[in-house]
């Protein structure tokens, strides 16, 4: 079984610019996550899409962040523009159907650097 | 007060010692508790899983909850150096996503 596939792996922008992220579940899942793991803190939730609804978006700055995931299948989480504090690793997860009880399968993110 | 709290670490200790993680959550309604591994530069993968209170074994990991006090523990029985990286604890009430811990990164010496 193929794993959660993000991309890039890596990213440098200065602030004030736009950042894309992209991201495909696992085949089949119908939960899509995009978390932020900043240096030192555990995931923290920004978005939750059921297929290609969104179930809980109420962490994310909508000021700045976008995200959408078309079709049900990929996504992708925009950042417009980016600040110093934006400095983050970005991880995609997906599970089955967004059960209490599932374990989410993460990738391995794209670490965002903002200068 | 965070709704899950985990000392950050790191925690040092020479192979073949048993190792505890511990975390505290302030929310009864959680029910369900993960451990999550994470090596440096990758995504947390799912150690394991546990519904409500009791233990849960897997090889050398012992997963513990007391839901009375609130408090979740993970142990490692013969710890490798392979062991080495971040240990997030998760809670979920079932009807949400996930809140994690901050995470306690783990050394394990040869």
């Known amino acids: 079984e193929a794993g959660v596939a993000q991309s890039p792996r890596y990213k440098i922008i200065e602030k004030r610019q736009s950042v894309a992220f992209w991201c495909n579940p696992i085949s089949g899942h119908a939960t899509l996550y995009w978390y932020q793991q900043i240096l030192g803190q555990g995931p923290k939730l920004l978005i939750q899409f059921q297929n290609n609804g969104v179930v809980d978006d109420s962490q994310l700055p909508k000021d700045r962040f976008s995200a959408e995931r078309l079709k049900g299948v990929d996504s992708t989480l925009k950042i417009q523009p980016a600040k110093l504090e934006d400095s983050a690793v970005y991880l995609c997860?997906?599970?089955?159907?967004?059960?209490?009880?599932?374990?989410?399968?993460f990738g391995s993110g794209t670490r965002l650097t903002v200068v | 007060q965070k709704e899950v709290e985990q000392d950050p670490g790191p925690l040092s200790v020479p192979e073949g010692a048993i190792v505890s993680l511990n975390c505290t959550y302030s929310n009864s309604a959680f029910q369900y508790f993960m451990w999550y591994r994470q090596y440096s530069r990758k995504g947390p993968e799912l150690l394991m899983y546990?519904?409500?209170?009791g233990n849960k074994e897997d090889g050398r990991f012992t997963a513990q909850v007391d839901k009375s006090s609130k408090y979740i523990s993970l142990f490692i029985r013969d710890s490798q150096p392979s062991d080495s990286a971040t240990y997030l604890c998760a809670v979920n009430s079932g009807y949400s996503t996930l809140t994690f811990g901050k995470g306690t990164m783990l050394l394990v010496s040869p």
């Open positions: 997860a997906s599970s089955l159907n967004g059960q209490g009880y599932e374990g989410y399968t």
């Open positions: 546990t519904y409500s209170s």
